[in-house]
Nanobody, 127 residues
Framework: QVQLVESGGGLVQAGESLRLSCAAS????????MGWFRQAPGKERDVVAAISWSGGETYYEDSVKGRFTISRDNDKNTVYLQMNSLKPEDTAVYYCAAGFSSESRWVGTMGVEYDFWGQGTQVTVSS
């Protein structure tokens, strides 16, 4: 079992930045591809960004390209999401997720590919 704990959410104004962190424990972190998802009220949970377990491959949802950066530190068992130029439409609960793959370059882009989920952290962007 892998436990995931997100942190770093909060209330910011449009144009500001936040960095989310997700600390993993209980598994071999370096063998899991990782993803950040978000869910706004009344909407489905969608992928925001994802990264392979090698860290060499990434994926970004179109609306965050150029503004968000996903990264990981396998020595610290932590994945990050740097969010710049935040917009009110980025307001959501952000979830960290981990999925296992034998392929080091695999990047999961769908929720069903992920095996473990964190509890989520709220990000609110005011206009």
């Amino acid at each position: 079992q892998v436990q995931l704990v997100e942190s770093g959410g909060g209330l910011v104004q449009a144009g500001e930045s936040l960095r989310l962190s997700c600390a993993a424990s209980g598994g071999t972190f370096s063998r899991y591809f990782m993803g950040w998802f978000r869910q706004a009220p009344g909407k489905e949970r969608d992928v925001v960004a994802a990264i392979s377990w090698s860290g060499g491959e990434t994926y970004y949802e179109d609306s965050v390209k150029g503004r968000f950066t996903i990264s990981r530190d396998n020595d610290k068992n932590t994945v990050y999401l740097q969010m710049n130029s935040l917009k009110p439409e980025d307001t959501a609960v952000y979830y960290c997720a981990a999925g296992f793959s034998s392929e080091s370059r695999w990047v999961g882009t769908m929720g069903v590919e992920y095996d473990f989920w964190g509890q989520g952290t709220q990000v609110t962007v005011s206009s």
